[in-house]
Protein backbone atom coordinates (compact mmCIF):
# COMPACT_ATOMS: atom_id res chain seq x y z
CA UNK A 1 0.00 0.00 0.00
CA UNK A 2 1.08 3.55 -1.09
CA UNK A 3 1.14 5.92 1.65
CA UNK A 4 -0.57 9.33 0.53
CA UNK A 5 2.50 11.96 -0.35
CA UNK A 6 2.13 14.91 2.72
CA UNK A 7 1.16 17.79 1.63
CA UNK A 8 4.31 20.74 1.44
CA UNK A 9 5.64 22.19 4.45
CA UNK A 10 4.73 26.06 5.31
CA UNK A 11 6.01 25.93 8.81
CA UNK A 12 8.90 28.17 10.16
CA UNK A 13 11.48 27.51 13.20
CA UNK A 14 13.88 29.65 15.00
CA UNK A 15 16.95 28.97 13.11
CA UNK A 16 19.19 29.09 16.35
CA UNK A 17 17.20 26.37 17.53
CA UNK A 18 17.16 24.12 15.13
CA UNK A 19 21.12 24.82 14.95
CA UNK A 20 21.42 24.02 18.91
CA UNK A 21 19.57 20.83 18.33
CA UNK A 22 21.80 19.88 15.78
CA UNK A 23 24.85 20.60 18.10
CA UNK A 24 24.00 18.42 20.78
CA UNK A 25 23.89 15.70 18.01
CA UNK A 26 27.04 17.15 16.90
CA UNK A 27 29.31 13.56 18.06
CA UNK A 28 27.23 11.03 16.78
CA UNK A 29 27.26 12.72 13.57
CA UNK A 30 31.10 12.16 13.63
CA UNK A 31 31.05 9.09 14.51
CA UNK A 32 28.45 8.63 11.16
CA UNK A 33 31.79 9.85 9.35
CA UNK A 34 34.06 7.95 11.49
CA UNK A 35 32.54 4.77 10.74
CA UNK A 36 32.91 5.58 7.02
CA UNK A 37 36.65 6.53 7.20
CA UNK A 38 37.13 3.11 8.12
CA UNK A 39 36.68 2.18 4.68
CA UNK A 40 37.77 4.91 2.88
CA UNK A 41 40.19 6.98 4.67
CA UNK A 42 39.74 9.61 1.83
CA UNK A 43 36.36 10.35 2.38
CA UNK A 44 35.46 13.87 2.45
CA UNK A 45 32.70 16.26 0.84
CA UNK A 46 29.19 17.82 2.00
CA UNK A 47 26.33 15.91 3.32
CA UNK A 48 22.93 17.53 2.82
CA UNK A 49 20.24 16.07 5.48
CA UNK A 50 15.86 17.54 5.11
CA UNK A 51 13.77 16.44 7.87
CA UNK A 52 10.17 16.82 7.82
CA UNK A 53 9.44 18.19 11.17
CA UNK A 54 5.76 17.79 12.28
CA UNK A 55 3.89 20.57 14.49
CA UNK A 56 4.96 18.50 17.79
CA UNK A 57 8.85 18.69 17.03
CA UNK A 58 8.98 15.07 16.31
CA UNK A 59 10.55 14.20 12.74
CA UNK A 60 8.39 12.23 10.06
CA UNK A 61 10.27 12.62 6.98
CA UNK A 62 14.21 12.09 6.45
CA UNK A 63 16.11 12.21 3.06
CA UNK A 64 19.85 13.32 2.02
CA UNK A 65 22.17 13.74 -0.80
CA UNK A 66 25.35 15.41 -0.92
CA UNK A 67 28.50 13.74 -2.27
CA UNK A 68 28.17 9.82 -3.51
CA UNK A 69 31.04 8.59 -1.78
CA UNK A 70 29.05 9.69 1.41
CA UNK A 71 25.85 8.35 1.12
CA UNK A 72 26.45 5.88 3.84
CA UNK A 73 27.51 8.75 6.32
CA UNK A 74 23.61 10.32 4.86
CA UNK A 75 22.30 7.32 6.04
CA UNK A 76 23.40 7.34 9.22
CA UNK A 77 22.76 10.68 9.92
CA UNK A 78 19.31 10.67 8.65
CA UNK A 79 18.58 7.20 11.55
CA UNK A 80 20.28 9.45 13.97
CA UNK A 81 17.90 12.39 13.23
CA UNK A 82 14.65 10.43 12.86
CA UNK A 83 13.70 9.98 16.88
CA UNK A 84 15.09 13.85 17.75
CA UNK A 85 12.21 16.16 18.77
CA UNK A 86 12.79 19.75 17.51
CA UNK A 87 11.23 22.82 18.94
CA UNK A 88 7.77 23.20 17.41
CA UNK A 89 7.58 25.00 14.37
CA UNK A 90 4.91 27.87 13.97
CA UNK A 91 2.89 27.69 11.37
CA UNK A 92 2.40 23.76 10.27
CA UNK A 93 4.97 21.34 9.62
CA UNK A 94 8.80 22.50 8.45
CA UNK A 95 11.46 21.22 6.14
CA UNK A 96 15.17 21.64 7.81
CA UNK A 97 17.67 21.67 5.96
CA UNK A 98 20.89 20.81 7.27
CA UNK A 99 24.93 20.62 5.63
CA UNK A 100 27.56 18.74 6.88
CA UNK A 101 30.83 19.14 5.68
CA UNK A 102 33.45 16.67 6.64
CA UNK A 103 37.10 16.47 6.08
CA UNK A 104 39.33 13.51 7.47
CA UNK A 105 41.56 14.95 10.16
CA UNK A 106 39.22 17.72 10.89
Known amino acids: VDAA ?3 PTHGTMVPAEVT ?3 RAHQD ?3 RCYERQLSHDATARGEVIV ?3 VEPDGSVSETSSGGD ?3 RPVGRCIEAL ?3 VRFPTPTGG ?3 VTAPFVFAAGE
Do not use: E
Request: proline residues 14%.
Open 20 to 22: AVL
Open 93 to 95: AAT
Open 28 to 30: AVR
Open 81 to 83: LRP
Open 5 to 7: PRP
Open 68 to 70: SLL
Open 50 to 52: RLR
